[in-house]
């Protein structure tokens, strides 16, 4: 499975911003999909994840809680990652990730597959 994360950019705090992931390759709707952030000399955290199928079931984590919003389309084959209310401290490089199974996972390294990353740079 190859994934092609885009969509991010330079904005200022409280702006929105939707990143997208692109797969190919693989029967995307039955890998659980998982967004994952890296800041500046931090180590590569959990933001979202989402079922496979039809995405019923989500996982944030607390710091994205309610401002950030995972969505996928299977026709499509790529997830979303709806930001709103950003932050200066949401400012990292955006990782898409994916696993073959069936509920998300929010542990980085139990993911089979990685994109390249988008960078999304908020500004106070």
């Known amino acids: 499975v190859q994934l092609q994360a885009s969509g991010g950019g330079l904005v200022q705090a409280g702006d929105s911003l939707t990143i997208s992931c692109a797969a190919s390759?693989?029967?995307?709707?039955?890998?659980?999909m998982g967004w994952f952030r890296q800041a500046p000399g931090k180590e590569r955290e959990f933001v979202a994840a989402?079922?496979?199928?039809?995405?019923?079931?989500?996982d944030y984590a607390d710091s994205v809680k309610g401002r950030f919003t995972i969505s996928r389309d299977n026709r499509k084959n790529t997830v979303t990652l709806q930001m709103n209310s950003l932050k200066p401290e949401d400012t990292a490089v955006y990782y898409c990730a994916a696993k073959y199974t069936r509920y998300p996972v929010t542990f980085r390294r139990e993911y089979d597959y990685w994109g390249q990353g988008t960078l999304v740079t908020v500004s106070s």
């Open positions: 989402i079922m496979r199928l039809s995405g019923s079931h989500k």
């Open positions: 390759g693989g029967t995307f709707s039955t890998y659980a």
